[in-house]
């Protein structure tokens, strides 16, 4: 398996424009995760969704993150519009999905983030 | 809610010594407990998780971690380190409850 696939890897856009990650799950995976990761509040969890539906949204910053997952297959999370503390790392996650328990007692496998800078 | 706790921002030990990484958590029930891995510019990869069983649990690399349920501890250990093995690591809480929780890493440096 090519593992949870992430694009773009890199992205620089200027403030107030619209920003939009896109990430695969590896195939037969039912919870993803988006995660942003700083120097300042290290790994944060944004987002996760179990079978396509979103569980726990607690952790989107602010109404101008949003976040999507129209199939088993695909997931986008989207800033608009972007300001400069939001520059991070944002990572995608995904796991089985609760073979053992709930969604986050299996093991998770992290994509290789996108690297987003507002200016 | 669980929490996690990695009391080390930074630790610095020299190639081929041990290693000791430290982790603590909250919660009220035995949770799933893991640690990851994260080279510069990569995602986390799991290195070893504990659910039940054997406390001493052995993941990748080299590495193992010991549950102590009276420390509420896990914490992680390599008998020698080597130079490859410098990265930030992760401990990791996860329940039926709900959301995992991340500690806050340990950045790992190893001199020649």
């Known amino acids: 398996d090519a593992g949870v696939i992430q694009s773009p890897r890199h992205e620089v856009t200027e403030m107030g424009q619209e920003v939009t990650l896109r990430c695969k799950p590896i195939?037969?995976?039912?919870?993803l995760f988006w995660y942003r990761q700083t120097m300042m509040r290290g790994l944060e969890l944004l987002i996760y969704f179990n079978n396509n539906v979103p569980i726990d949204d607690s952790g989107m910053p602010e109404d101008r993150f949003s976040a999507k997952m129209p199939n088993a297959s695909f997931s986008t999370l989207k800033i608009q519009p972007s300001e400069p503390r939001d520059s991070a790392v944002y990572f995608c996650a995904s796991s089985l999905g609760g073979t053992s328990g709930g969604p986050s007692t299996d093991t998770q496998y992290f994509g290789p983030g996108t690297r987003l800078t507002v200016l | 809610a669980q929490s996690v706790t990695q009391p080390d921002i930074h630790i610095t030990v020299s190639e081929g010594a041990s290693l000791e990484l430290r982790c603590n958590y909250s919660?009220?029930?035995?949770?799933?407990l893991f640690w990851y891995v994260q080279s510069p510019g990569q995602g986390l990869q799991l290195l070893l998780k504990y659910f039940s069983g054997d406390t001493l649990v052995q993941g990748i690399k080299g590495f193992e971690a010991e549950f102590k349920r009276s420390q509420s501890s896990f914490n992680l250990r390599k008998p020698s380190v080597h130079w490859s093995d410098a990265a930030e690591y992760f401990c990791?809480?996860?329940?039926?409850?709900?959301?995992?929780?991340f500690g806050d890493g340990t950045t790992l440096t190893v001199k020649p």
């Open positions: 990791a809480v996860g329940t039926n409850a709900g959301k995992s929780t």
């Open positions: 195939s037969g995976h039912n919870s």
């Open positions: 919660y009220g029930a035995t949770p799933y």
